[in-house]
Nanobody, 113 residues
Framework: VQLQASGGGLVQAGGSLRLSCAAS????????MDWYRQAPGKQRELVAS???????EYVDSVKGRFTISKDNAKNRMFLQMNSLRAEDTAVYYC????????WGQGTQVTVSS
């Protein structure tokens, strides 16, 4: 299993970023995938999930601002982040639980206020 996150960067508050996670080594369309984030000095937290059927869930702090999606044909997952806030600053990780936890390498998102 390999997970490769990309798309992070520096953006002003109120701006947008789109994260991408390229996946390989497993049957992507059959599995629930997640985005987590970890801010400095804080625990890693679940941000959003998408099931094999396309159902989504979000942590309360990003509801209405972030959208998780996936492209099964390309084995990719996305996180569209709008109306970004300084508190969204973190390293964002794509995650898969398939008998064990798999993590991508993380992509840094920095939101300047």
């Amino acid at each position: 299993v390999q997970l490769q996150a990309s798309g992070g960067g520096l953006v002003q508050a109120g701006g947008s970023l789109r994260l991408s996670c390229a996946a390989s080594g497993f049957i992507f369309r059959l599995n629930t995938m997640d985005w987590y984030r970890q801010a400095p000095g804080k625990q890693r937290e679940l941000v959003a999930s998408i099931t094999s059927g396309g159902s989504t869930e979000y942590v309360d702090s990003v509801k209405g601002r972030f959208t998780i999606s996936k492209d099964n044909a390309k084995n990719r997952m996305f996180l569209q982040m709008n109306s970004l806030r300084a508190e969204d600053t973190a390293v964002y990780y794509c995650h898969l639980n398939l008998y064990r936890d798999y993590w991508g390498q993380g992509t840094q998102v920095t939101v300047s206020s």
